[in-house]
Structures are given as structure tokens and as C-alpha cells.
T-cell receptor, first 115, second 111 residues
Framework: GAGVSQSPSNKVTEKGKDVELRCDPI?????LYWYRQSLGQGLEFLIY????????KSGLPSDRFSAERTGGSVSTLTIQRTQQEDSAVYLC?????????????FGPGTRLTVT | GNSVTQMEGPVTLSEEAFLTINCTYT??????LFWYVQYPGEGLQLLLK?????DKGSIKGFEATYRKETTSFHLEKGSVQVSDSAVYFC??????????FGPGTRLSVLP
């Protein structure tokens, strides 16, 4: 079946512009995660959606970052007034809360470059 | 809160050498444990997993055993190949909670 998809795959933007990154999770997965991976670094948790519960936003680095999940499916991560330090690969993952081992399935990521 | 600690990399080995990547965790309950791998230029993918104490996850020669007494989930492979060069992430998840990832360990295997 279809996996997690993300768009765009690459995004180059000028400092100060807003960007939107999209994630389509695996159908039926109730949990959705956003992570950031800077060059040579590990995964930095950003935000977590689980069903209809309030999202866990504890990882968002500043109020320039926000995310929505519409209809319990597609999610959009928005970065306002981008800065050069926002350059990274943004990864989305989904998980079935009812799955036996709750593993995450990752999308290919969106590489964001802020110039 | 929960946390995952991995050995610092990079780890450089010759082909056919034995591999160990240490992973220890801190959790309040009984988490499931995972190893994810990220090959160059690719996304993360699940390598193996274990859900309870003494479970052993294994695939393609990689193994990891869930050791509750030492809160560890070390990754091992008896004979590495050049194609195993990647970044390896240890992770945990408790029911109803978020995933927690370690910082990753970069492995380079030389021919």
C-alpha cells in the first residue's frame, strides 16, 4: 500500500518568507509526527498529533512554527518568517495507535533551504 | 521523562568485522524498543523491534535483545558489509506516549 508521502521534496526559500510543508500519512493511521533533522544531527521532535486529542507541541522551537492536521489525515507544517537556521530536512511519520508494536513509518522528508 | 542514549559515532569498521552499537534507555513504564536505519540519501526505515523483556528482534543478520535489567537494547551484527554503512537510531515508545529517538550513530564500513 501507499506509504507516507511529503511534499515538496525540496524547497528553497528566501529568509523572511513563509513556507508550508505537507504530509499525507498512511491511511487509517491515527498518530502523526513531525521531526526536524539538521545536517549530521539526530531527530528533533517537533509536534505530535494523536486522533482527536490536542496535539503535543512541546517540540516546536519557536512561535514561528505551527502545524495543523485536517480531518485526522493530512498535516501541514508552517514556518513563518523563515530563518537560515530553519534549514533542515523535515520528516513526517505516522503510526497506528492500535498496531501491535506502534512502529512509525517515515516519509521521504522535505529538504528546506533558507537563503 | 523518557530518554534514549546511544554510543557516539562515527563508528568505522572493516568489512566482516563484528558490530555493536550500544543503546540504553530511561522509561517510566514498559516501552517498546526499536532500531531505525537511515541509508545515505534515504529516509528512516524500521530495522527491528521488540516489545517486552528478553524479546530479540532480528533481521538480515542484525540482532538486538530487550534487556530490562540493564535497560538496554544494543544492536549487533556478526559480520558487517559495506552496504550496512548508514546512521542507526535507537528509539522507544510507551503506550499512549510519544516516540523518543536517540541521537543516531553513524556507521562506516570500509572494504
Amino acid at each position: 500500500g501507499a506509504g507516507v508521502s511529503q511534499s515538496p521534496s525540496n524547497k528553497v526559500t528566501e529568509k523572511g518568507k513563509d513556507v508550508e510543508l505537507r504530509c499525507d500519512p498512511i491511511s487509517g493511521h491515527t498518530a502523526l509526527y513531525w521531526y526536524r533533522q539538521s545536517l549530521g544531527q539526530g531527530l528533533e521532535f517537533l509536534i505530535y498529533f494523536q486522533g482527536n486529542s490536542a496535539p503535543d507541541k512541546s517540540g516546536l522551537p519557536s512561535d514561528r512554527f505551527s502545524a495543523e492536521r485536517t480531518g485526522g489525515s493530512v498535516s501541514t507544517l508552517t514556518i513563518q518568517r523563515t530563518q537560515q537556521e530553519d534549514s533542515a530536512v523535515y520528516l513526517c511519520a505516522s503510526s497506528s495507535a492500535t498496531g501491535e508494536l506502534y512502529e512509525q513509518y517515515f516519509g521521504p522528508g522535505t529538504r528546506l533551504t533558507v537563503t | 521523562g523518557n530518554s534514549v542514549t546511544q554510543m557516539e559515532g562515527p563508528v568505522t569498521l572493516s568489512e566482516e568485522a563484528f558490530l555493536t552499537i550500544n543503546c540504553t534507555y530511561t522509561a517510566t513504564g514498559y516501552p517498546s524498543l526499536f532500531w531505525y536505519v537511515q541509508y545515505p540519501g534515504e529516509g528512516l526505515q524500521l530495522l527491528l523491534k521488540a516489545t517486552k523483556a528478553d524479546d530479540k528482534g532480528s533481521i538480515k543478520g542484525f540482532e538486538a535483545t530487550y534487556r530490562k535489567e540493564t535497560t538496554s537494547f544494543h544492536l549487533e551484527k556478526g559480520s558487517v558489509q559495506v552496504s550496512d554503512s548508514a546512521v542507526y537510531f535507537c528509539a522507544l515508545r510507551e503506550r499512549g506516549q510519544n516516540f523518543v529517538f536517540g541521537p543516531g550513530t553513524r556507521l562506516s564500513v570500509l572494504p
